[in-house]
């Protein structure tokens, strides 16, 4: 799909969310004329092209990748709004709450989605579920007080309180909305984060509706990023001592952690690794 066509397409997210492309500065060739202007000797073929760009992602050369830029529309949870801030190499304006009403908008998660606290992972949820009659009545509980708390918000706004403090009670649910712009090395970092299957389901929704966007105007440039970034893995010495010892025929469960240097919680990372190549 053409740059002219992406722009202004709406991408629905979870039930009210959604990303839209507003503008964008750059594409593959940009990053190649970056990369060039040392010597001035401007784009080649595809295939140079398409080479060098790869070569800079390989090597880490991130600068060339700075000069394309993606502007967005978004409309998010403000739950992860909060995650999504946290990467701060970026511009963001945010619908405001003091100057304006905030929207009977809330987020209610699908029921395949309302699950238990994972036993293994601290911040997430596991992969098992409820039954279809515990899930229906954790989200009828969850949009009921979504509308008790709006309801209240709007009553506080109706006794003249400043918009600012008859916010302050409303859910986290809430859905708010902000211009965002940022640069591709950036954004690539950000997606490496945000759609890796351990990302909060929700992100990660939003985080494949960018990679949807970023991989048509920059193609050559997120096959790149693909090979070598988010599919990659990256062994440390250690795990190269590991390696070598498996290359000469020791098993796996015979290595010795303290003569290669792995903790316990190491070997189980690199055993992950491992299986990620064998996949």
Same mark, same amino acid.
């Given at each position: 799909?053409?740059?002219?066509?992406?722009?202004?397409?709406?991408?629905?997210?979870?039930?009210?969310?959604?990303?839209?492309?507003?503008?964008?500065?750059?594409?593959?060739?940009?990053?190649?004329?970056?990369?060039?202007?040392?010597?001035?000797?401007?784009?080649?073929?595809?295939?140079?092209?398409?080479?060098?760009?790869?070569?800079?992602?390989?090597?880490?050369?991130?600068?060339?990748?700075?000069?394309?830029?993606?502007?967005?529309?978004?409309?998010?949870?403000?739950?992860?709004?909060?995650?999504?801030?946290?990467?701060?190499?970026?511009?963001?304006?945010?619908?405001?709450?003091? *100057? !304006?009403?905030?929207?009977?908008? /809330?987020?209610? +998660?699908? #029921?395949?989605?309302?699950?238990?606290?994972? %036993?293994?992972? =601290?911040?997430?949820?596991?992969?098992?579920?409820?039954?279809?009659?515990?899930?229906?009545?954790?989200?009828?509980?969850?949009?009921?007080?979504?509308?008790?708390?709006?309801?209240?918000?709007?009553?506080?706004?109706?006794?003249?309180?400043?918009?600012?403090?008859?916010?302050?009670?409303?859910?986290?649910?809430?859905?708010?909305?902000?211009?965002?712009?940022?640069?591709?090395?950036?954004?690539?970092?950000?997606?490496?984060?945000?759609?890796?299957?351990?990302?909060?389901?929700?992100?990660?929704?939003?985080?494949?509706?960018?990679?949807?966007?970023?991989?048509?105007?920059?193609?050559?440039?997120?096959?790149?990023?693909?090979? *070598? !970034?988010?599919?990659?893995?990256? /062994?440390?010495? +250690?795990? #190269?001592?590991?390696?070598?010892?498996?290359? %000469?025929?020791? =098993?796996?469960?015979?290595?010795?952690?303290?003569?290669?240097?792995?903790?316990?919680?190491?070997?189980?990372?690199?055993?992950?690794?491992?299986?990620?190549?064998?996949?």
């Amino acid at each position: 799909m053409s740059k002219e066509n992406l722009i202004g397409k709406e991408i629905k997210c979870l039930d009210h969310g959604f990303v839209r492309l507003v503008d964008v500065m750059g594409d593959d060739g940009s990053i190649v004329q970056a990369a060039r202007v040392s010597y001035g000797a401007g784009t080649k073929t595809v295939n140079e092209d398409r080479g060098l760009i790869r070569y800079l992602m390989r090597h880490k050369h991130t600068t060339p990748f700075e000069m394309v830029e993606f502007k967005f529309h978004i409309k998010l949870p403000i739950f992860i709004a909060r995650q999504w801030i946290r990467h701060r190499t970026a511009n963001v304006n945010e619908y405001s709450g003091r *100057y !304006s009403i905030m929207k009977d908008d /809330f987020y209610l +998660p699908d #029921l395949d989605q309302i699950r238990p606290q994972s %036993e293994n992972n =601290k911040q997430g949820r596991s992969d098992e579920t409820f039954s279809s009659e515990k899930a229906n009545a954790i989200r009828e509980k969850l949009g009921k007080v979504q509308k008790e708390l709006y309801t209240e918000y709007e009553s506080l706004l109706g006794e003249e309180l400043a918009r600012e403090l008859a916010r302050i009670n409303l859910p986290l649910s809430n859905y708010t909305e902000w211009y965002w712009k940022i640069d591709l090395h950036n954004l690539f970092h950000f997606l490496r984060l945000r759609i890796d299957s351990h990302a909060q389901y929700e992100i990660r929704v939003y985080g494949e509706a960018l990679a949807g966007i970023v991989k048509e105007i920059v193609p050559h440039a997120w096959q790149a990023f693909e090979d *070598y !970034s988010l599919n990659s893995a990256n /062994f440390s010495k +250690p795990e #190269l001592n590991a390696m070598k010892k498996l290359l %000469e025929g020791q =098993k796996v469960e015979d290595l010795d952690l303290d003569e290669i240097g792995l903790s316990k919680r190491e070997f189980r990372e690199f055993q992950l690794k491992l299986e990620q190549i064998n996949q």
